[in-house]
């Protein structure tokens, strides 16, 4: 039986090993592409300087505050956008792929005909994802830290390792909010519009609604800005923050594999 188990795991991470390779390559190559042209930026004040003549809420909505400070610099190119969205769109396309996907094929009628429950099968793809997930950002972790030291970007590694980790677990909520789908309908185009759509959806959020007085007080319903309103490159991270993205990702996850064994699966 732990056999089985473990295999309910297992063949999704194989699935998914070649996707997983090419994820940690090409994030590794952003952050080292990145961060390779730290030096033309260091100590340039005039950098701040033009970025500081722009409206203050266009530098807040892009992340161009203090842009010419090893912080400023990784949130204005990294984190404030472009690391976060893809590892969120890893998380909606390695959990599609495994649940709704493999539904829409067939191929997951395998699996169900063993002596096994549909809430097994779903968690153990879940879980598969998660893990494919966390190596990513743990390659991601290395490639930062290497490339801060190779080109003299200076920044507490601990800052550092929180906003990653911070970053996964966001990519990780809206890979349960597709779980959540797949669990009610096993429809790939469904599972990819609202997981990605929602994800799109709260960067905006947090990133224009600042902008407008009236908008601004809504910008605390977006995961982004519960993930990095707090500044996380440049503070300590409250814990609530940490538990704010992992609770409901539980949750969720937690709909789906009930909501699976409650209906029927479609067949290729």
Same mark, same amino acid.
């Given at each position: 039986?732990?056999?089985?188990?473990?295999?309910?795991?297992?063949?999704?991470?194989?699935?998914?090993?070649?996707?997983?390779?090419?994820?940690?390559?090409?994030?590794?190559?952003?952050?080292?592409?990145?961060?390779?042209?730290?030096?033309?930026?260091?100590?340039?004040?005039?950098?701040?300087?033009?970025?500081?003549?722009?409206?203050?809420?266009?530098?807040?909505?892009?992340?161009?505050?203090?842009?010419?400070?090893?912080?400023?610099?990784?949130?204005?190119?990294?984190?404030?956008?472009?690391?976060?969205?893809?590892?969120?769109?890893?998380?909606?396309?390695?959990?599609?792929?495994?649940?709704?996907?493999?539904?829409?094929?067939?191929?997951?009628?395998?699996?169900?005909?063993?002596? =096994?429950?549909?809430?097994?099968?779903?968690?153990?793809?879940?879980?598969?994802?998660?893990?494919?997930?966390?190596? =990513?950002?743990?390659?991601?972790?290395?490639?930062?830290?290497?490339?801060?030291?190779?080109?003299?970007?200076?920044?507490?590694?601990?800052?550092?390792?929180?906003?990653?980790?911070?970053?996964?677990?966001?990519?990780?909520?809206?890979?349960?909010?597709?779980?959540?789908?797949?669990?009610?309908?096993?429809?790939?185009?469904?599972?990819?519009?609202?997981?990605?759509?929602?994800?799109?959806?709260?960067? =905006?959020?947090?990133?224009?609604?600042?902008?407008?007085?009236?908008?601004?007080?809504?910008?605390?319903?977006?995961?982004?800005?519960?993930?990095?309103?707090?500044?996380?490159?440049?503070?300590?991270?409250?814990?609530?923050?940490?538990?704010?993205?992992?609770?409901?990702?539980?949750?969720?996850?937690? =709909?789906?594999?009930?909501?699976?064994?409650?209906?029927?699966?479609?067949?290729?």
């Amino acid at each position: 039986m732990n056999a089985r188990i473990l295999e309910l795991v297992g063949g999704p991470l194989r699935a998914m090993r070649r996707a997983t390779f090419w994820w940690c390559l090409g994030l590794a190559a952003l952050v080292t592409g990145t961060i390779s042209v730290w030096p033309a930026f260091k100590g340039s004040s005039g950098i701040s300087q033009a970025m500081d003549q722009l409206p203050s809420g266009v530098v807040q909505a892009f992340g161009l505050a203090d842009f010419g400070t090893p912080a400023g610099f990784l949130r204005g190119n990294l984190y404030d956008f472009f690391v976060p969205l893809l590892l969120a769109a890893a998380a909606v396309l390695f959990v599609n792929g495994q649940t709704a996907g493999e539904e829409a094929s067939g191929r997951i009628e395998l699996y169900l005909a063993q002596p =096994i429950s549909r809430k097994a099968v779903l968690l153990g793809r879940v879980v598969a994802a998660v893990i494919a997930l966390a190596v =990513i950002s743990v390659v991601l972790l290395l490639a930062q830290l290497a490339s801060d030291a190779a080109f003299d970007l200076r920044i507490d590694s601990g800052f550092v390792l929180s906003t990653i980790v911070l970053s996964g677990l966001l990519a990780a909520l809206h890979g349960s909010l597709a779980a959540a789908v797949a669990g009610i309908r096993g429809r790939p185009s469904l599972v990819l519009a609202i997981g990605l759509g929602v994800a799109f959806a709260g960067c =905006i959020v947090a990133s224009l609604f600042p902008l407008s007085s009236v908008l601004a007080p809504w910008r605390h319903l977006s995961p982004w800005d519960w993930a990095f309103g707090g500044n996380p490159l440049e503070q300590t991270t409250a814990l609530w923050r940490y538990a704010a993205l992992a609770v409901p990702s539980v949750i969720l996850t937690a =709909i789906g594999v009930f909501a699976v064994a409650r209906r029927d699966i479609s067949g290729a």
